[in-house]
């Protein structure tokens, strides 16, 4: 049968328009492939017509023949934020995995030395002495407690602690030794305060207030560091990426699927210039991240050495013991001075008649552990590898989440066809994204989410720095929400603030850890009651937007 002339017309005409764009399949080219991808996703495959229609209704892929509704462009584009997030949180959990194991390592090793120091010690208290369930062993027990509470970033000035656990002991070994008569409150007052000048446990006390707090401050502070960087992954990786980031992901990864060109993988410089305006303000994180790996890298060499960490927590015992044995040695002396500058008529502690013999502990001194240098040699190597995550994720997720072509070429998908990426690649961090050729980014409005995050690991950097130096350094009011037990929830910032302020707060404990490591489940603590950064130090960065316009 003949063609009639208006038929044989219209097919010329739009044979003309296809070879126009330069595409003389693409109106018949049917739309197999894509039915695939999206029916893959669980979108219905009645969206998806059944060839190539014209493609004037796209809002985000290249206009042309297509296989893509708005619809269809609408739905894969919150997919592909969605995927997008969803593979943030992975990369995000890997790291959280790395440090939360880290934690547990670390933690689980300084607890155990402090566990066997008291064992050690509670195993040579002689009977004498009460043995293992008197009030000189329950005055140990108490000791070792706070210790392992200091250490998991309990409030307590650790001097006063020592000095009241001394006063305590004296007490108690006193009246062991002078059961007949009864001391006196008052008496053993009076011996308590002359008991530092009359060296009554001779040098240890001494020694341990000079070690203890430095050595016990940088095991404490190393484990927080692991805490708070833990915890700001989580966070980070869970703060929503913004609408323009759909648009930009879409046209990455779909459009060339909707224009039937499978196979077209995304040029590097393409992917990665979406994903650095993507993840703009995560990469913001890298200067203070790394400070706060440096820094904790660091504090590990005061784990060190006679006054180092592993040898203060593992050798406690020791010191306690040299003390007991003093106190026995001075019983004697202590009990004439007790007469002399104390005694009331009543509760003069006479020397007993019998020969006395003092029942002395003896403690093995462990010698140091490898545990612990190959525990520190395996975080140093972690925490290295882990100092590029932030400004390395565009690369890395890139390459190993959205199959980014290995090279740009003629064959990757640029966002408009397959053919090489022209635009250069943009720097790392919100300033650099000013012309971004891939998303629109707002340079002027950072993620305050995240430069709260950003304050947190200056915080925890500072407290390490500060350790470094022996010093508990108080940055509370800067950060620290300090509401331990959740005090922090449903009040207004202001208020909450301003209550934080007017009383003397103790030290707040540990806000950044895990379940079940800090005494008071920091992590139930750090999600119900966000830190608010003190209002004088949100200040700088609440003006950083204005001063940008
Ligand atoms: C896509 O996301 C936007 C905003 O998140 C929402 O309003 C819209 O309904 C979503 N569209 C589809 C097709 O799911
Ligand atoms: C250390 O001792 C405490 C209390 O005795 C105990 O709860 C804890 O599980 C022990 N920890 C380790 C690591 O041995």
Same mark, same amino acid.
């Given at each position: ?5 208006? *038929? ?19 109106? @018949? ?23 190539? +229609? ?36 992975? *990369? ?20 155990? %030395?402090?566990?066997? @120091? ?68 008052? %008496? ?57 980031? *759909? ?65 203060? %927590? ?9 003390? +007991? ?110 012309? $971004? ?5 707002? +340079? ?14 200056? +915080?925890?950097? $500072? ?5 470094? $130096? ?80």
């Amino acid at each position: 049968m003949a063609l009639g002339a208006p *038929s044989w017309w219209l097919l010329v005409a739009a044979a003309l328009t296809a070879c126009a764009r330069g595409d003389p399949a693409s109106k @018949s080219r049917s739309c197999a492939e894509v039915r695939q991808v999206y029916g893959a996703k669980g979108f219905s495959l009645s969206d998806v017509p059944q060839a190539q +229609i014209s493609g004037e209704h796209l809002r985000i892929c290249p206009q042309g023949y297509t296989c893509c509704t708005s619809q269809m462009e609408e739905k894969l584009a919150n997919r592909s934020r969605s995927e997008l997030e969803a593979a943030l949180l992975d *990369s995000g959990r890997a790291l959280q995995t790395t440090l939360s194991a880290q934690l547990r390592a670390f933690d689980d090793h300084f607890q155990q %030395l402090l566990n066997e @120091s008291e064992r050690e010690l509670q195993a040579a208290l002689p009977v004498a002495l009460g043995g293992p369930d008197g009030p000189t062993a329950r005055a140990l027990r108490d000791l070792y407690a706070d210790l392992r509470r200091f250490c998991r970033g309990a409030s307590l000035q650790l001097e006063d602690t020592l000095a009241e656990f001394w006063a305590r002991l004296l007490e108690r070994l006193f009246r062991q030794l002078h059961p007949q008569p009864p001391l006196s409150e008052d %008496l053993l007052d009076c011996l308590g305060r002359q008991a530092e000048a009359l060296r009554a446990f001779g040098d240890a006390p001494r020694e341990l207030r000079l070690r203890a707090p430095r050595a016990l401050l940088a095991a404490r502070a190393f484990l927080q560091g692991l805490g708070v960087a833990g915890d700001v992954v989580r966070r980070v990786v869970q703060v929503p990426l913004a609408p323009e980031c *759909s648009r930009a992901v879409m046209k990455l990864v779909y459009c060339a699927h909707c224009l039937g060109l499978p196979g077209a993988r995304p040029c590097p410089g393409y992917c990665r210039n979406v994903l650095k305006g993507c993840l703009a303000n995560q990469a913001d994180l890298d200067a203070e991240w790394r400070n706060l790996l440096d820094s904790m890298a660091l504090i590990t060499d005061k784990f060190w050495g006679p006054a180092g960490a592993a040898s203060v %927590l593992g050798g406690v015992h020791v010191w306690l013991a040299e003390a +007991i044995n003093a106190l026995q040695d001075n019983r004697d002396l202590l009990a004439a001075k007790a007469v002399q500058n104390c005694a009331t008529p009543h509760t003069s502690p006479q020397s007993p008649e019998e020969k006395w013999r003092p029942d002395k502990l003896l403690v093995p001194e462990r010698p140091p552990v490898g545990a612990l240098e190959k525990l520190v040699s395996e975080a140093k190597a972690q925490l290295r590898d882990a100092q590029d995550f932030w400004v390395g994720l565009p690369g890395a997720l890139c390459s190993e989440r959205l199959a980014a072509s290995p090279a740009s070429d003629e064959r990757c998908w640029n966002g408009q066809a397959k053919g090489r990426y022209l635009p250069e690649v943009m720097g790392d961090g919100l300033a650099s994204q000013i012309n $971004n050729p891939e998303v629109e980014v707002d +340079i002027t409005k950072p993620d305050m989410a995240i430069r709260q995050q950003i304050m947190q690991l200056k +915080i925890m950097t $500072n407290r390490l720095r500060g350790a470094y $130096n022996g010093e508990d350094v108080d940055f509370q009011d800067a950060g620290e929400d300090g509401s331990g037990s959740g005090s922090g929830e449903g009040c207004v910032e202001e208020a909450c603030g301003r209550a934080g302020r007017k009383s003397p707060r103790p030290r707040p404990p540990l806000t950044h850890t895990l379940p079940g490591l800090s005494e008071q489940e920091g992590h139930k603590t750090s999600a119900a009651g966000r830190p608010q950064p003190h209002a004088a130090l949100l200040l700088p960065l609440l003006l950083l937007p204005s001063r940008w316009r």
